[in-house]
């Protein structure tokens, strides 16, 4: 085989199915044969994202066959720091995913790699005989004379180089290094302001390997009772559905405005988390919670606020752990965060704004529990350790500010619960696979709602446990949350009372619904309170009317009060020369004109003008986004040996000297051309000239570059322009 697109064609079902899984941009959209498939598999954007997708071991070969030019396992082991059966089975993987690609003489690297890994792989610079530079005799030698601060210096250099900038200040200690490196010759000084270290020497720095996969794979030895873990997780869980809900409340008593670029401004973030008697992170998360199972959300008002929705009476509703599901599930699929970067100007971020999407946050999410899945039962490693092992599984992927992003999402897991003392709960590990079961399991966890409570004569109430649906929301509309904990207490004031009555209810309907829950009669100091509070209530009284009719003659007035055709509009008399509706001023004068009265508009002025205003449209809605499910592997083959199939028959039958030559995008026309161009192979190209006609012609390609090919036709130099090829077939 000469070439990618060669070993691809000839690959069985079994192998093509594995590169379709292990690389599925490849099907998306479904390319027309296996010449499409090839052609898109050494795109530079495809291979890119493979090679971000490796892990640590698997990126560490691919960088030792870049660095040595071999793709022998024998070669390729000690840098990798593994025997040579680990490393042929990591070269082979290699190949599956056809990075790599079967040559008569073995595995060879994709050119397109080689670009995508750029001019330093794994950091190493050229070599010494490539520099012209001569080493020290005793290599190691050199390195153990060194001072602590050359070292250290060395040391760095050797492992996020190859190049570093030369200080400023050649007499500061640095300065005083840096020479010291460069007279024992461990590096070069390429110019007046760098340094650069040759390829032996880091790799005498790091031992002789590209990168210690021991230590980057190990685990945590921190190994915790799992019923512990799942005890603490339990009521994390509880803990955190309660704040919700307090914090929920908080905010329909505040009603935060939305500020003009969206969000919560910061004053009223410090207010929430003050009532609640948490920190402004643990408010955001909790918000951020609410926002993404829809408890929360901006009304689009002309003053637009932070409402509660209609779906927390349904949330409500549910049992706890319910409630917990509606949370976690969310979260876990959410492209938000309550940590995001810091902007680039320094500038804050806001509580519910769009800053807080950040779209890494998901995958992270998903990984650092994927994690913690796979270390045995109990395992509850560190965050440092943690990042070590995301790095092992992603080395290429690390989003900046990783560090800050992954202690947020570990202390996330552990506020709602999916983590116990840093470890995975059962409840958690469920929670990756089936969100629904883990809801179930969490309800066998935690204890049985209580439908009691018990009432003091200091005007306390004490819930002694999670209380049901029912209670809680007697208590949120009654009484104030004063402490939480396996017993909450909850205390009965003024303001909290006439909340209750301004729901609609009366004392006695209060006072027996405490009755009810009561374990004993209700106190005398509640009663007479709650007595009191509903004998001042509504003496002062406030409504709304959505417009109002009046007249210095009230006969008119009575006339229409009780005419029949006006009974829509349910009038009702304020004062003998007042009339209120709740329709609108516009329903109110069509109706009057209807019945032959001759109303007017009037404004704060005085009488307005009543002409209709400009006709106004629907806002459109939105398309629901739905996430389409890729296909499977199997049947994708099934189309492309199909349609390779049809393309061999093309093949064989020449027309116009040459072969049929699919269409294909422009990536994978210029991957094709790049590829004949390297082999001075060449190719049968599509070409569409100005007037848009199609021709086709036997090019001989000798680059591809800033949108362009250049090649020979018949011994004749021609230049092509990207756009305009419709499909390349190498010839023969």
Same mark, same amino acid.
């Given at each position: ?29 479904q ?37 040595? !030019? ?12 593994? #025997? ?38 794994a ?17 190691? =030698? ?19 180089? +190859? ?57 945590t ?9 799942d005890r ?30 969206? &969000?919560?401004?910061? %004053? ?23 926002l ?33 599901? #509606? /949370? ?12 995001? +970067? ?5 500038? @804050? ?9 950040? +779209? ?23 965050? =440092? ?18 560090d ?16 116990? %003392? ?5 409840? !958690? $590990?469920? /929670? ?10 969490l ?14 004569? #200091? ?9 049901v ?7 949120? $509309? ?8 396996g017993?909450?207490?909850? @205390? ?12 609609g ?11 009810h ?14 007595r ?13 009317? !959505? =417009? ?15 005419h ?20 609108g ?12 009265a001759? +109303? ?19 806002? %459109?809605?939105? @398309?629901p986004?739905t996430?389409?499910a890729?296909?499977?592997?199997e ?50 190209? &599509?070409?569409?000239?100005?007037? !848009? ?11 591809v ?5 250049? &090649? ?16 390349v077939?190498?010839? &023969?």
């Open positions: 085989m000469r070439s990618l697109a060669e070993d691809i064609r000839h690959r069985t079902d079994e192998e093509l199915v594995a590169l379709l899984e292990l690389r599925p941009d490849l099907a998306r959209p390319p027309a044969d296996l010449t499409a498939l090839a052609a898109r598999a050494s795109t530079r954007a495809s291979t890119a994202r493979a090679v971000d997708h490796l892990d640590l071991p698997h990126l560490s070969a691919l960088e030792a066959c870049a660095i040595t !030019g071999s793709t022998d396992a024998a070669d390729i082991a000690p840098f990798v720091g593994t #025997d040579e059966g680990s490393a042929a089975a990591l070269l082979a993987d290699l190949t599956a995913a056809a990075l790599l690609w079967r040559s008569a003489d073995g595995p060879v690297l994709s050119r397109t790699v080689s670009d995508v890994l750029g001019p330093h792989p950091g190493l610079g050229p070599s010494a005989q490539t520099l012209g530079h001569a080493l020290p005799a005793d290599l190691t =030698a050199a390195i153990e004379d060194l001072s602590p601060e050359a070292a250290r210096i060395l040391d760095r250099i050797a492992h996020h180089g +190859p190049t570093a900038a030369v200080p400023t200040d050649p007499e500061g200690r640095a300065g005083r290094a840096v020479a010291a490196l460069v007279d024992a010759g461990l590096v070069v000084a390429p110019d007046a302001e760098h340094v650069l270290v040759p390829r032996e020497v880091a790799l005498a720095v790091r031992g002789g390997r590209l990168v210690d996969l021991d230590a980057a794979a190990a685990g030895e921190r190994v915790l009772d799992l019923d512990d873990v603490a997780a339990t009521a994390a869980a509880t803990e955190v559905v309660a704040l919700v809900d307090e914090l929920l409340d908080h905010v329909d008593d505040l009603r935060p405005r939305v500020l003009r670029s969206g &969000g919560l401004a910061v %004053r009223d973030l410090r207010t929430l988390a003050g009532r609640v008697d948490l920190d402004e992170v643990t408010a955001t998360f909790l918000l951020e919670l609410a993404g199972a829809g408890l929360l959300g901006d009304d689009h008002a002309v003053d637009p606020t932070w409402r509660l929705t209609t779906t927390v009476d349904e949330w409500r509703a549910q049992s706890p752990a319910g409630r917990w599901a #509606d /949370l976690a599930g969310p979260w876990l699929r959410s492209l938000r965060a309550s940590v995001v +970067p810091a902007p680039e100007d320094g500038g @804050r971020v806001n509580a519910l704004s769009e800053g807080m999407v950040w +779209p890494p946050v998901r995958a992270l999410r998903r990984e650092v529990l994927d994690i913690l899945a796979d270390l045995p039962e109990g395992s509850a490693p560190d965050g =440092a350790e943690v990042l070590t092992m995301l790095r092992h599984r992603r080395p290429r992927r690390m989003p900046h500010g990783a800050a992003a992954v202690a947020a999402l570990l202390r996330e897991g552990e506020q709602l619960g999916v983590t116990g %003392r840093g470890a995975l709960a059962r409840v !958690g $590990r469920l /929670l990756l696979t089936d969100e629904a079961a883990a809801g179930h399991l309800g066998t966890l935690v204890p049985e709602p209580v439908d009691r409570l018990l009432l003091q004569a #200091d005007l306390t109430a004490i819930v002694p446990g999670t209380p649906p029912e209670l809680a929301a007697l208590l949120r $509309r009654s009484a104030r949350l004063e402490s939480r904990g017993a909450s207490v909850h @205390r009965f004031t003024e303001t909290s009372l006439r909340a209750a009555l301004d729901a209810w009366t004392a006695d309907d209060l006072l027996e619904r405490l009755g829950f009561s374990s004993g009669p209700v106190p005398q100091p509640l009663d007479y309170l709650v009191d509070v509903a004998r001042r209530h509504g003496q002062l009284r406030v409504g709304s009317a !959505g =417009a109002y009719l009046r007249s210095d003659d009230p006969t008119h007035l009575e006339a229409l009060l009780t029949r055709d006006l009974g829509h509009l349910q009038l009702r008399l304020l004062a003998p020369t007042v009339l209120v509706t709740p329709l001023p516009a329903t109110l004068l069509d109706a009057l004109r209807e019945v032959g001759s +109303p007017a508009l009037e404004g704060a002025g005085g009488v307005v003008s009543s002409a209709p205003g400009a006709q106004r449209m629907t806002p %459109r809605r939105a @398309r986004v996430e389409v890729p296909e499977p592997s049947e994708v083959l099934r189309r492309l040996r199909e349609g390779e199939a049809r393309a061999q028959v093309q093949r064989e039958a020449p027309r116009d000297g040459g072969p049929a030559i699919p269409a294909l995008d422009p990536a994978s026309n210029a991957a094709l051309l790049r590829e004949a161009a390297a082999d001075r192979l060449p190719v049968w190209l &599509g070409i569409t000239d100005a007037e !848009g006609a199609t021709r086709r012609l036997l090019f001989h390609p000798s680059s570059d800033g949108g362009r090919v250049v &090649g020979e036709v018949d011994a004749v130099p021609q230049v092509y322009s990207l756009h305009r090829v419709t499909g077939v190498i010839d &023969g």
